[in-house]
T-cell receptor, first 110, second 116 residues
């Protein structure tokens, strides 16, 4: 079983829609979680960190559910510029290796 | 430019040759990671360093792969006797670890390897 699993999509949504991605992790010792964004043929860049209390940054909201071991990302009022691959990321607990999911591809359609 | 830099950006080689990639992290960052990414996949962990110490190496990594970070600054990733399956983008990232929390990873633009 992969340490971090997510649906690769693609998710095709119209502009202005709300879209949600989920990601599950297998290591209960994981402490730190993130969402990264990767544009085509570019390197990944941090979108936001994920905290137990949940956090929001503009149109983006991230949630962590430790009991069920999943992480979510909600994007409201989707923009064409949101089209990208969204990578779910977690650490491995004590060793702090950082593991990426396969990525979920989002395509926002005019 | 004070970001993570990788060299070369592109490498085409014949099967069986050795290749070496270099990564220069952000200067104050103490952690350095190597990942491999193929089309349609997320970055796959290879190894990481804290300062000059290599703390973990992926079990998926064969003995043909070796990485060093001799002075805790730049790092090299060498692949010996390359195979066509080694064709991928090799990504380097650095971070500043503190307080037991994994810091944000800053990635370089990657080194794309094509093995013919």
């Amino acid at each position: 079983r992969k340490e971090v699993e997510q649906d690769p999509g693609p998710f095709n949504v119209p502009e202005g829609a709300t879209v949600a991605f989920n990601c599950t992790y297998s290591n209960s010792a994981s402490q730190s979680f993130f969402w990264y964004r990767q544009d085509c043929r570019k390197e990944p860049k941090l979108l936001m960190s994920v905290y137990s209390s949940g956090n929001e940054d503009g149109r983006f909201t991230a949630q962590l559910n430790r009991a069920s071991q999943y992480i979510s990302l909600l994007i409201r009022d989707s923009k064409l510029s949101d089209s990208a691959t969204y990578l779910c990321v977690g650490d491995s607990g004590g060793y702090q290796k950082v593991t990426f999911g396969i990525g979920t591809k989002l395509q926002v359609i005019p | 430019d004070t970001g993570v830099s990788q060299d070369p950006r592109h490498k085409i080689t014949k099967r069986g040759q050795n290749v070496t990639f270099r990564c220069d992290p952000i200067s104050e960052h103490n952690r350095l990671y190597w990942y491999r990414q193929t089309l349609g996949q997320g970055p796959e962990f290879l190894t990481y360093f804290q300062n000059e110490a290599q703390l973990e190496k992926s079990r998926l990594l064969s003995d043909r792969f070796s990485a060093e970070r001799p002075k805790g600054s730049f790092s090299t990733l060498e692949i010996q006797r390359t195979e066509q399956g080694d064709s991928a983008m090799y990504l380097c990232a650095s971070s500043l670890r503190g307080g037991g929390i994994v810091g944000e990873l800053f990635f370089g633009e990657g080194s794309r390897l094509t093995v013919l």
